[in-house]
């Protein structure tokens, strides 16, 4: 079935370096999709959006990748910091859907 | 103040009990939704509202109902609680406008049954 899933469940890094989190989704008709970060015993937050008709948008300290080719939508952090420790979601807006389809989420633990 | 506020944030019920989650936004807007999400997992849907005479199921409805008093109140109930419904769930709300519509969450109620 149709659905937006995540590589890994879990991902350790050391803190001032880079993350990646990645996303795969399998439905193609897409208007945009939404990352979001959720802290412990908090719900989840926006963090950056991408169209469908881009492949990059950068927020601050985040980048967000889209590869329509290969249905893969990745987040990257840039020198993650304590604070970035939390789940990821992405979340896929279908094209004539009116309600987001989440993913499992990515637990992303930074190591001092 | 939070802009989505969930009551209670914890709950601890018995099997068949009668359980109302409340959620109340000062956001202003029309739509608002309630997820469930269980570890592990993700969220999924229960029932989302557009404005305050609609109502929609969504992937995991049943045995739970829902009431939008007002634009800024949407409750969840569920009329007999069994144990598998132990989960912690979400209230939130959704801007709409320039393309993307952003979802705004509550911190959640947290539900148990025993």
């Known amino acids: 079935g149709e659905s937006v899933g995540l590589h890994l469940p879990t991902l350790s890094v050391q803190e001032g370096d880079n993350s990646i989190i990645n996303c795969a989704y399998s439905?193609?008709?897409?208007?945009?999709f939404i990352w979001y970060k959720q802290e412990s015993g908090k719900g989840p937050q926006f963090i950056i959006d991408?169209?469908?008709?881009?492949d990059k948008r950068q927020g601050q300290r985040v980048t967000v990748l889209l590869n329509k080719t290969v249905k893969h939508l990745s987040l990257q952090i840039a020198a993650t910091q304590p604070g970035d420790s939390a789940v990821y979601f992405c979340?896929?807006?279908?094209?004539?859907?009116?309600?987001?389809?989440f993913g499992q989420g990515t637990r992303l633990t930074i190591n001092p | 103040d939070a802009d989505v506020t969930q009551t209670p944030r914890n709950r601890i019920t018995k099997t068949g009990k009668r359980i109302m989650l409340e959620c109340s936004q000062t956001?202003?807007?029309?739509?608002m939704y309630w997820y469930r999400q269980d570890p592990g997992l993700g969220l999924r849907l229960i029932y989302y509202?557009?404005?305050?005479?609609?109502?929609n199921k969504g992937e995991i409805s049943d045995g739970y109902s829902v009431s939008r008093q007002a634009q800024a109140k949407f409750s969840l109930s569920l009329e007999s609680a069994i144990p598998n419904q132990t989960a912690l769930y979400f209230c939130?709300?959704?801007?709409?406008?320039?393309?993307?519509?952003?979802?705004?969450f509550g911190a959640g109620t947290r539900l148990s049954v025993l």
């Open positions: 979340a896929e807006n279908r094209k004539g859907a009116q309600k987001l389809v």
């Open positions: 439905n193609s008709a897409s208007d945009y």
């Open positions: 991408i169209r469908s008709n881009m």
């Open positions: 956001k202003g807007h029309d739509r």
């Open positions: 509202s557009f404005d305050v005479k609609d109502i």
């Open positions: 939130a709300t959704e801007s709409t406008g320039q393309g993307i519509n952003i979802q705004y």
